[in-house]
């Protein structure tokens, strides 16, 4: 008789395929059960224990000092990592005054599933879909209402980030401004969303703040930084500050950080160069003027500066008059760390933010109030102040 576990190297191959096809489709819908049964029994036997305690006897005691007394059971459904608990047991009292240290009082879903309807939320899927994304992952969905309320926990956490203490260890701080459309009165609005983001002497960044505005004047800019000296924001280590160049942030540093040395956004400048230069010279005037923060040093980028206003200034002596009216502001960056010229010299490290918030709030078109538009901010911000903990630049030794 052959030998029945004489298989070939093909058969064995198949026979494996099978059995991995089989695992890989139908594990997870085979252990989850037992899973969610094992969660359920364990979360009902913790809570057995606990109502021990509070009762201070056991069940049918008799004992003197008695707290209170069970009275029964309540059933709820729990959504959980692993699945839908369905009818948990929770004991309830008399008294009615015991509460399970498990989860939160009338919550439907543990702090953990809450957190990662956040996540799903904040990568840009809508309030209507999180639910579809949801169940996915973990066997149960949620309603759009369900996911606004979670979100709205978020609010207690921009508050306190907005008014943390703040510590003077900056030596670059990066000013500019985002607009996102809000709903006020019953009609969409525009709001500036106001923005401050440092680097660090030992090379870390992050978002130190931001605020909701009416606009880009210098009483909202004011408002803002004056709340950032005050909570600690001081100018002991800032060795500069870049900016867009609007009026009413300049008019505010001058009443806040005085004494600062500025960088102004070659970015927002040529911008606003280009705005005076016809199109058929577009091309080779702007080009020409990019060399000159692309030079070599300080007198080189003067020496070309001053060629390129000979050069244009009979045929677009505004475009040449809007750049030379800000050059000394505009070449700053070249008294820091010549490492450092290519950060520097732009705001391009918070614009890059900027186009990541847009991104993630163009499905939504605009938001509902200015809380809404606070929560996804911070949200956003603090998702990437997190990535950057254990990231810095290594330019700064």
């Known amino acids: 008789m052959d030998n029945p576990f004489d298989y070939t190297k093909r058969q064995l191959t198949e026979i494996f395929g099978d059995v991995k096809a089989m695992f890989r489709d139908s594990l997870e819908e085979v252990i989850q059960p037992y899973v969610l049964q094992g969660l359920k029994v364990l979360l009902e036997d913790a809570m057995k224990a606990e109502i021990v305690g509070y009762t201070k006897a056991d069940r049918y005691q008799r004992v003197k000092g008695r707290a209170d007394y069970l009275n029964g059971y309540r059933y709820r459904n729990l959504g959980t990592a692993f699945g839908l608990l ?28 809450n957190r990662f309807i956040r996540e799903i939320f904040i990568t840009g899927v809508s309030t209507r879909n999180v639910g579809v994304v949801l169940r996915a992952l973990v066997g149960h969905g949620v309603s759009a209402s369900a996911v606004s309320t979670v979100n709205k926990d978020l609010d207690q956490q921009v508050r306190a980030f907005q008014r943390r203490v703040l510590k003077d260890d900056y030596v670059y701080l990066f000013l500019d401004g985002v607009r996102q459309r809000v709903v006020s009165c019953g009609k969409a609005v525009k709001k500036l969303v106001l923005v401050a983001y440092g680097i660090r002497f030992d090379g870390h960044r992050e978002v130190i703040d ?104 009979a045929l677009i002596p505004k475009a040449v008059a809007c750049l030379e009216r800000d050059i000394e502001d505009l070449l700053v960056f070249f008294q820091e760390d010549k490492k450092l010229w290519i950060k520097l010299r732009t705001t391009n490290a918070i614009e890059r933010l900027f186009k990541e918030l847009r991104r993630r709030t163009r499905p939504m078109s605009l938001f509902a109030n200015v809380a809404s538009c606070e929560r996804i901010t911070y949200a956003l911000f603090t998702k990437y102040n997190n990535k950057w903990k254990d990231r810095r630049y290594v330019l700064f030794n």
């Open 86 to 113: 369905r009818r948990l047991a929770v004991p309830r009292t008399v008294r009615r005054n015991y509460q399970p240290g498990l989860f939160v009082r009338y919550a439907r879903r543990t702090a953990l599933v």
């Open 210 to 313: 931001f605020r909701v505005a009416k606009g880009e004047s210098e009483a909202e800019w004011f408002a803002f930084l004056n709340s950032l000296y005050l909570r600690g924001l001081q100018e002991r280590g800032l060795r500069l500050i870049i900016t867009d160049g609007g009026k009413g942030l300049l008019a505010a540093l001058d009443m806040v950080y005085p004494g600062l040395k500025r960088q102004r956004c070659w970015v927002h400048k040529l911008r606003n160069v280009a705005n005076y230069v016809p199109r058929r010279y577009q091309v080779v005037c702007l080009g020409e003027a990019k060399g000159i923060y692309a030079a070599d040093n300080y007198k080189e980028a003067v020496r070309r500066f001053q060629s390129w206003c000979r050069k244009w200034h």
